[in-house]
Structure formats: C-alpha cells, structure tokens
C-alpha cells in the first residue's frame, strides 16, 4: 500500500500545479518560469546522483574496481534513450515556437502536452526504480529514501504542471482542457513507475542498470531541455539561484530521509 501511495505523489503535484489554471488570471512571468525550470533542474540533478547513481555503484561493490560498470552501462542507455525518443516523438517547448522531432500535423497544444510527458518519462521511472529496490530487500534502498524521491518530485512537478496548464489557456483553451493537459502530461509518471517495477522484479540483478538508466534519461532532460529554458531571455542569474535552491533541497531530503 505504501508503495502504491509512493508512486502516485509525483502524479498528485502535476494535478495540484495544472489546477492553478482555475484561480490564477495570467501565465507565469519569464522571471518566475526561469526560477521554477531552474529549480526542477536542480531537484532533477540531486536525485540523479544522490539517489540513483550512488545507490546503483553501491549495490555493484562486489565488482570490485569494475563496480562503476553498471552505472556506466546504465547511464548511457538512458541517454540513449531519451535521445530516440525526442527524435521520434513530435513535441514543442513551452515558450517555443519550432516544433521538435519529426514533421507532424498534430496541434500546438498536443505537441505542448507531449513535449511534458516526454520531461516525465524518466521521473516515473526513477520513483518507480527506487520502490523496485525496496521491494526486493535492497539494503541500500529504504522506503523513507523511495519516498525522499517521491516527494522531491513532487515538490518540482508542482510548477511544472502550472507551467503546462496555464500557456494551454493562454492559447485559447478551456480552463477544463487546459488542466486536462497538465494531468495527462503527468500521467506517464506512475505508469513508468509501475512498467518499472514489473522489470525490476522480473529481472533483480539489473536494478543497477535500471537505477542509472533513469538518471542518465533525467539528465538528459535537464541538459537539453532545462537549462537553455532557464537561461533564456535577458541575462539572469534567477535560473541558477533557484537550480541551487532545488538541488540543496532533494540533498536534503535524500539523506534526511534515506
């Protein structure tokens, strides 16, 4: 049941964030996207190390000076990975105005949406990952550390669902089918989340794998989408105060919890 529970919170603050469509009049000021994209970086980047790299070399100690293999192995193939998927699927940036992946006929608010989803994919997957772990009597995995994630991911996909929900109202869109979008952005999360456990119980020597796999995918995220969102415009350090902000937080609550 806590496990349950556990995958669905990351999902609970997209719905909270894309609800902020209901009572807020305008979209989010550059300044306040640039902090918010800056702080999901951060939050992205603590938990990518603290929970999922060091737990995967950890689990691999019997390797001896070979244990950084899976990690590696891993890591990789998730950047691979979300490298594919962003040249398969069309999407389009928030506060963009060049679809990306392959030419499609599919609306603004469609590749808007996907683009989200894309950015969730590996944070499904990387709470799923942990729960997998804990579920299989990792030492090294406990369900305070699973839920330090949880929440972590929560925490940053608060505005990330507002961040969704209120550009799809300023194109035109219902209040109704604008939070819709930021709930479905969101859905992806807990069904990684679970696709992942099933692996990771069919397949228990490749949690390492699994566990570097989703950080290399969620690094990927930052790198290529994050960052350049928080950096543009004007010059501001905003995105960079708030990328340390939420990457002090997620260390904070991995080892507090962990």
């Known amino acids: 049941m806590n496990t349950f529970f556990g995958i669905l919170i990351p999902f609970v603050g997209t719905t909270l964030g894309a609800a902020c469509v209901f009572f807020m009049r305008t979209t989010f000021s550059k300044s306040v996207q640039r902090a918010l994209t800056g702080f999901a970086a951060g939050v992205m980047v603590a938990a990518s190390i603290w929970s999922l790299l060091i737990p995967a070399m950890k689990q691999s100690e019997k390797m001896g000076d070979l244990s ?41 608010t469609t590749m808007m949406v996907l683009a989200v989803t894309l950015h969730n994919i590996p944070e499904g997957m990387a709470v799923g990952v942990m729960y997998a772990g804990f579920l299989a ?7 305070t550390s699973a839920l330090a994630l ?8 608060f505005p990330e669902g507002a961040i969704i929900s209120m550009p799809l109202r300023a194109e035109g869109e219902s209040k109704g089918k604008a939070f819709l979008g ?54 501001s350090d905003i995105g960079t105060v708030f990328f340390a902000v939420g990457f002090s937080l997620m260390m904070i609550l991995d080892v507090a919890l962990g």
């Open 182 to 235: 930021g709930v479905l952005s969101g859905v992806v999360e807990p069904i990684g989340a679970v696709l992942t456990i099933i692996a990771a119980q069919l397949i228990i020597p490749a949690l390492p794998y699994l566990l570097s796999f989703a950080a290399g995918a969620m690094l990927y995220v930052v790198v290529e989408e994050l960052i350049p969102e928080m950096s543009q415009g004007e010059h």
């Open 150 to 157: 949880s929440l972590g991911i929560a925490i940053q996909n």
């Open 68 to 108: 950084f293999v899976p990690a590696v192995a891993g890591f990789w193939i998730g950047i691979l990975f979300l490298l594919t998927l962003d040249h398969l699927i069309p999407h389009l940036h928030v506060g963009s105005d060049q679809a990306e992946g392959p030419k499609s006929r599919l609306g603004r």
């Open 137 to 143: 009597g990792n030492a090294q995995i406990t369900a």
